[in-house]
């Protein structure tokens, strides 16, 4: 332990899972470097935001973060920016929000202990960096190198920077992880994205594709089983491209299809999910290993961006309209019913009033159950950035109306049918406003119900209910006594 043990510190995540589990890995780490978490940027001395670039909306939510809290340098506390706006704007951040001191890419978490100990060292006059390359690449680094002396008054901040980009092949792998839920929990397979789909910032902000070896997986998967863990997710940013890096005598070489089945055949695991698939490397085996392990969860997040090849091309996703929905015949031919999941972005670069019918009537003819739909958003060193932006704001705003309205009725006409039906649910909660439970499917879906006060079950627990009412959204039912 390097840290003064009353050092306090508030974190605040934006963004995915991955940054969520992130957060959990990083609270780790640091409650074992002597800090405690506090809930409030009052109590803390040190203001962390774990940040997300995935569209500007969510990068702008930072600088005003930071902008709100700028009085507090005052007072003697520090700012760190950690995560995608950390590794995309780099040393920029310095510039713009002078009070910061620290700005590390989720590459390099790993070397969160020593930048806290230079986090407390007095200021030395030179800027400290763990990046592990001396001199990243500027073609994929977007940080630039230039480091400005901050404008506030003395005595001097701390500079230090972690922004191993592309060029680092090592996770981030800790056995301090803070996991928030006590029944389930999520495991990095692999990090990094390999992709390069045009608009996607991710590719930059996150690194190389690499994944962990399937060993330590199932070791970290046994290991919450023994605590007591009974849902496990799986995370990446495309857990389908996961390449196990063991063989040889180390270990046995597993596809992610083997690994999801090793997971779910861990004893104690209920449910394993997975998040995020990418249609391209969505393989049969993968419908197999659900149709074969009872505990993989019958749902697929398999984002399709859009209905209509020209864009699909354009976006360089690599796959057709035709070959995504033999994806989904390969899902609907499961032997048990597998709920489907999907992200959109409409007002692509060129997406015409036809392209954009062609996704429409992909919603109709796949049937998901829920849709994430964003508008377009022009990110930096991303491929589609040279693409006319062409379409206006408010365009952009009525196609994803028109897109939510119609997966809306399509949610309607699914869930109702439900109604009626018994499913096994975990229970998440309770809500007291309404004096209902709240309880999850292994489809994902949102199952809350009643219950009799002598047969209140416990979160974690998993119980059967009937399901009596069905919203766009979620079902309402019964305890099965
Ligand atoms: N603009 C809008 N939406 C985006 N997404 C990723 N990049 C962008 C962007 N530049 C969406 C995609 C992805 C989800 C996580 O966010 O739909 O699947
Ligand atoms: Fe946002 Fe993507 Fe980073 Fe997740 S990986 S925080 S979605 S930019």
Redesign the pocket.
């Known amino acids: 332990m390097s840290g003064d043990p009353h050092k306090t510190f508030y974190l605040e995540t ?6 969520v589990h992130d957060s959990e890995k990083v609270i780790g780490t640091l409650v074992h470097e002597g800090y405690r978490q506090v809930e409030t940027v009052e109590q803390a001395d040190l203001i962390l935001y ?5 569209r500007d909306k ?1 990068e702008q939510k930072v600088f005003h973060r930071l902008a709100d809290y700028k009085k507090l340098l005052a007072q003697g506390k520090k700012f760190g920016v950690l ?2 706006v950390a590794q995309q704007e780099g040393e920029k951040i310095f510039e713009r929000a002078p009070h910061v001191s620290l700005v590390c890419g ?1 590459a390099s978490y790993r070397n969160l202990p020593q930048m806290l100990v230079q986090l407390e060292a007095p200021p030395s006059a030179q800027p400290v960096s763990f990046d592990e390359a001396s001199s990243r690449s500027p073609a994929l680094s977007p940080a630039g190198r230039g480091i400005s002396r901050s404008t506030t008054a003395a005595p001097p901040l701390a500079r230090i920077t972690g922004l191993d980009d592309r060029e680092t092949d090592k996770c981030f792998e800790t056995e301090f992880t803070a996991r928030t839920n006590p029944h389930r929990g999520y495991i990095t397979i692999i990090e990094g994205c390999d992709k390069f789909c045009a608009y ?3 590719p930059f ?2 690194g190389k594709e690499r994944s962990r070896t399937s060993e330590s997986v199932l070791a970290e998967a046994r290991q919450m089983a023994d605590l007591g863990y009974t849902e496990i997710q799986l995370l990446g ?1 495309n857990v389908n491209s996961y390449k196990d890096p063991a063989g040889g005598l180390s270990g046995k070489k597993r596809s992610f299809a083997e690994l999801l089945a090793a997971v779910g055949e861990v004893p104690g695991i209920r449910r394993v999910r997975f998040t995020t698939s990418h249609p391209r490397d969505f393989g049969p085996d993968i419908v197999d290993a659900i149709d074969a392990v009872p505990s993989l969860c019958d749902h697929v997040h398999l984002p399709v961006q859009s209905g209509s090849d020209r864009v699909l091309h354009a976006m360089q996703r690599l796959y057709t309209r035709e070959q995504y929905l033999e994806r989904i015949a390969w899902m609907k031919a499961a032997k048990r019913e597998i709920s489907i999941t999907s992200d959109v972005i409409v007002g692509f670069p060129g997406e015409t009033e036809e392209d954009f019918a062609l996704t429409l009537s992909l919603l109709d003819e796949v049937g998901y159950d829920a849709v994430f739909s964003f508008k377009y958003s022009p990110r930096p060193n991303t491929p589609s950035l040279e693409l006319d932006d062409a379409i206006p704001d408010q365009e952009k705003s009525r196609r994803l109306e028109v897109l939510m309205s119609r997966q809306r009725e399509i949610q309607i006409k699914r869930y109702k049918k439900y109604i009626g039906t018994i499913s096994e649910v975990m229970v998440e909660g309770r809500n007291e406003a309404r004096g209902q439970w709240i309880g999850r499917t292994s489809q994902n879906k949102t199952l809350n119900f009643t219950a009799p006060d002598d047969a209140a079950p416990k979160p974690g627990s998993y119980v059967a209910v009937r399901a009596t009412t069905s919203f766009p959204n979620s079902l309402l039912g019964e305890l099965v006594v």
Not at 14 to 19: L, Y
Not at 50 to 54: A, G, L, V
């Open positions: 934006f963004g995915c899972q991955m940054n774990n940040t997300c670039s995935i969510a995560g995608c989720s996607c910032v991710v902000t996150r940013q």
